[in-house]
């Protein structure tokens, strides 16, 4: 029997059905072939404009570390520190866009609007090529401890900073004469108390108080540097090779902020503009490199052999004006302390409160504010030389941190997507490496050649 063929109608709707799945489909794909915007997923808080995210990265690079480059400039010579500091703030600016690119890129793969420096690391890893995976947790909390044994060096130079300026100004007008571990442990009335600010949000008050003073001794400083100069001809233009590990040591120490980079940049309405041509990065890393290259060469020039690790320290002693920039540096070095120290307490603070009691959290976290206190303060008595601070701190944890990490981690992202073993960008991560881990050995070992002759 001959099979009835459907009538008009019935085709119609068979073909509207068919032309309805065929556009869910086709716009399904269209969704899913979409790209992931990270900057438009992130909350409503993350409201951070290009300029703000500019002010933000130089208020953190413009730290203690800008009156260290005289210091850094003593053991390079003139010349070679002119050259050494352009060259380290080049290298200091790619891999903060190393690790910045790589970010990004990882947020738009994985689908997270924001990703800090260890998290960062440990997801490359996870997401590299399968040898490496399992290095991923490790990854991660070398990051966490290295930035926590970087602020816990930041606050020890706090400390002696704060000791030493106030020494140097109780003695000029008759107070008494006691040594510098003495005054290192004095400081312990003021933190105490202010270590136990549990929010960041009381302790903005006292941020803005420090730009403002910070500030105000900066050009101070500068005045005195520039006030009567010595000629060029009595400073040296160059030192000896052995004087180049230490004066790297100090330069990272003293422009190296990769830690606040990705807080930074995760706050920014526009975090495609943190990188680029100008970009917020090109332009803070510029004007950190001109202002830290010009105070390190006047600062040298002016003071010579006697530099000290803080260049108020150097600033005459008979002076009121002297006197009121090195108490207005211990005074910001104060205030910034206890924002320093949340990071390290932060840390260890995450990998503890789960096994504290609930009703015991609250003392928890003020006994491990305490102890970190009395540890940092009771280190830099132990060891009150602010030079070797700078050196270990920058030799140790900023080699690791600021350049052995960010180009490693490049590396393993990109492995097998766009580049293999013999790609111009592995060798100039492997020459980074090198250079890392050279700066380090080197820089460690001066250091404590140096802290065995003057204890």
Known sequence: ?????????????????????????????????????????????????????????????????????????????????????VLIGFICGHVIHVLVRTSQQL????????????????????????????????????????????????????????AESFRQVSIFYGGPNWSVTAYCALTLIVLVPLTQITKLKYLVPFSALANFVWLASICISIYYCLRGT???????????????????????????????????ENEMVKPQQFLGCPGVLNIAMTAVVMLYAFVGFTGYLQFGEE???????????DEILAQT???????????????????????????????????????GLAGIRLVG???????????????LFMELVGAVCLSVLGLLLPSLTETVWRWGRDIGPCHWVVWKNAILGVFSIVAMISGVAYAIIAMIEKL
């Open 373 to 387: 206190t009395l540890f940092t303060v009771g280190l830099a008595c132990a060891i009150p030389k602010l030079e």
């Open 230 to 264: 010595p000629k060029i001809s009595e400073r040296n233009m160059a030192t000896s090779i052995s004087g180049i590990p230490t004066f790297i040591s100090t330069s990272l120490f003293a422009m190296e902020g990769i830690g606040v980079v990705m807080p930074i």
């Open 325 to 363: 920039a090195k108490l207005l540096v211990a005074c910001v070095m104060l205030l910034s302390f206890a924002l320093i120290f949340y990071v390290p307490v932060d840390i260890v603070w995450k990998r503890v409160h789960e096994k504290i009691p609930a009703r015991g959290q609250r003392w």
């Open 107 to 162: 947020c738009v793969e994985v689908k997270k609007p924001a990703l800090g420096y260890a998290e960062t690391c440990d997801l490359v890893f996870q997401n590299g090529p399968k040898p490496v995976r399992k290095y991923a947790t490790f990854a991660r909390e070398l990051v966490d401890w290295a930035l926590a044994v970087t602020h816990i060096g930041a606050c020890c130079v706090y400390v002696v900073v704060i």
């Open 1 to 85: 029997m001959e099979k009835e063929r459907p009538s008009a109608p019935e085709i119609r709707t068979v073909m509207d059905n068919y032309s309805s799945k065929i556009e869910l489909a086709y716009n399904g794909s269209r969704e899913d072939l979409d790209p992931y915007v990270p900057a438009e997923h992130r909350p409503s808080e993350s409201n951070t404009s290009s300029f703000g995210a500019l002010a933000h990265l130089l208020k953190a690079s413009l730290g203690s570390g800008v009156l260290a480059m005289p210091l850094a400039f003593k053991n390079a010579g003139l010349l070679v520190g002119c050259i050494g500091t």
């Open 307 to 317: 530099v000290r690790g803080s260049l108020t320290l150097n600033l005459p002693q």
